[in-house]
């Protein structure tokens, strides 16, 4: 594939189809987005299009930027700017009337090129938001960026056609289905017998329990330990709790539409709900997926209204801590030997607020806990976030690495741990690459399943 930004791709070109004209729609449906119904962020999109200082406080906390050396083009000002620039030529009046005074210039399909792969640059981990004097969200402008290149066709097909798509249609994002899973289910209880010496049965559709728990179902097939280790806590915990299969709509927590579409995060979330409601569920657990806390907690909250989702939705750190706090469940630090630390994933703690519950569970559970640095509303994005855990075509898993992946590598070294707690199923992807790429000598591990070690 040729170059149309630097030297990687995000979008194959089928997908990014970088000859074809595109820019009136590409102007259209950015029109659109400038409208009240565009129901997640608009307020907060529109100002960061109007006001940014340019002060470049932002740059000095992002990832990619710093990573890479200071790149300009990867320069959140200059990410936001490509789609400001579209913003002043064709939706203000100075624009329409003196584009040149105003820096404006018109839109090109090479210009579509290189905002597409720019915009596929960021992982959305909001951490400029946090040092910004003004409040602008870098991260949402690349968002809803994303968000006008799916409504004239531009998404990642593993995102999409491979994500999305096919959650909607087998319940899942793996195309597993009833057979497979109830086979791995059982895999799993003798897994569980022989790895922690406890007999676990795993409730499946069990209606109207107290606790549906829902795991990204790639955790499944990818991160098993993490299944595992939260079903011995739950028993532990002596709740009434179940799974779910395909045969009862969707069992897969992901909503990759968070990261490019809210209409497929919509489509998504709705699916979620019915196969909540049928099930007559009290709480819904998100398993260790920090996107999909996110949509479940957050943005549904936007999308449906409070009457229409009679359920609680938590996340498995949430209670977990809570079961520690209780004495509910013992726990022994001493069946945790060696030094663990944990990674906040974006998801979870910048846009979840879930920062003391990974360390409540973690400080109980293992002998010798100690913090990345810097660590909570600071931390390092590891760059498995907005689906690129999942984007390793071409040589992008090589951008994954060098850029996040080595301030994170780094940042792993300086602690000193032979453990990193993880409690994203995104995270777990990208660390399993940066562990192989920069052959550090620790392991990761979710957050449950250290819990489930320390058990008494
Ligand atoms: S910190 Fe905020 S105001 Fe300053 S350049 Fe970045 S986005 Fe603009
Ligand atoms: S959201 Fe993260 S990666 Fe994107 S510009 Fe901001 S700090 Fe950089």
């Known amino acids: 594939m040729r170059k149309v930004f630097d030297d ?71 990410r936001s700017e490509m789609l400001r620039s579209i913003y002043r030529r064709y939706f203000t009046l100075g624009g329409k009337l003196w584009p040149g005074l105003v820096g404006a210039k018109d839109l090109t399909e090479d210009g579509i090129n290189a905002l597409a792969e720019s915009f596929y640059r960021c ?19 690349v968002r809803e960026g994303r968000k006008i290149l799916d409504a004239i066709g531009i998404a990642p097909d593993e995102l999409k056609d491979s994500g999305t798509q096919i959650q909607l249609k087998a319940g899942n994002a793996t195309n597993m289905g009833t057979a497979a899973f109830l086979d791995i289910i059982e895999f799993m209880e003798e897994e569980i017998a022989d790895t922690w010496g406890r007999q676990v049965k795993i409730p499946v559709d069990k209606k109207g329990a107290e ?14 330990e993490t299944v595992m280790g939260a079903a011995v806590v739950l028993q532990a915990a002596g709740v009434d709790w179940t799974l779910n299969s395909p045969a009862t709509g969707i069992n897969d927590v992901v909503n990759y539409g968070v990261f490019f579409s809210d209409g497929e995060l919509e489509k998504v979330l ?39 989702r009679p359920f609680e939705v938590k996340s498995i750190l949430e209670l977990e801590a809570q079961w520690i706090r209780e004495g509910r ?9 060696e030094i663990v630390t ?3 994933s974006c998801k979870l703690g910048r846009l979840g607020g879930l920062y003391e519950e990974p360390r409540t569970i973690l400080q109980a559970a293992c002998q010798d806990f100690r913090e990345l640095v810097p660590n909570r509303e600071m931390s390092l994005c590891c760059g ?16 994954r690495m060098e850029t996040y992946g080595q301030l994170k590598a780094q940042q792993l070294t300086d602690a000193g741990a032979q453990v990193v707690a993880l409690a994203c199923s995104n995270c777990k992807g990208q660390f399993r690459e940066i562990i192989n790429y920069y052959k550090l000598p620790l392991r990761f591990a979710g957050v449950s399943e250290l819990l489930a070690n320390a058990l008494v």
């Not at 469940?329 to 030997?337: A, C, E, L, W, Y």
């Not at 498995?384 to 951008?399: E, P």
């Open 342 to 344: 944990y990674h906040d």
């Open 8 to 78: 990687y791709r995000a979008l194959a070109d089928n997908v990014l189809r970088p000859d074809e004209p595109r820019v009136d729609k590409f102007v259209e449906a950015m029109g659109k987005s400038l409208k009240k119904e565009n129901w997640t962020f608009w307020l907060p999109y529109v100002l960061s299009l109007d006001y940014c200082m340019k002060c470049g406080t932002c740059a000095e906390v992002c990832p990619v930027y710093q990573a890479s050396g200071r790149r300009e083009i990867y320069h959140p000002v200059k």
């Open 329 to 337: 469940i013992k726990v022994d630090p001493g069946k945790n030997r």
């Open 270 to 308: 709705r699916a979620q709900l019915k196969t909540a409601l049928d099930l007559g569920i009290k709480t819904f657990v998100v398993g260790e997926c920090g996107h999909a806390f996110e949509a479940l907690k957050y943005l549904m909250q936007r999308l449906i209204p409070a009457g229409e």
């Open 384 to 399: 498995g976030g907005s689906g690129f855990a999942i984007m390793a075509k071409g040589d992008f898993l090589k951008f």
């Open 211 to 224: 606790f549906l728990l829902m795991h990204n179902a790639g955790d499944y097939l990818a991160f098993p």
């Open 123 to 141: 992982t959305v981990c909001r951490r400029c938001a946090y040092v910004c004097p003004v409040a602008i969200d870098n991260g949402l402008v």
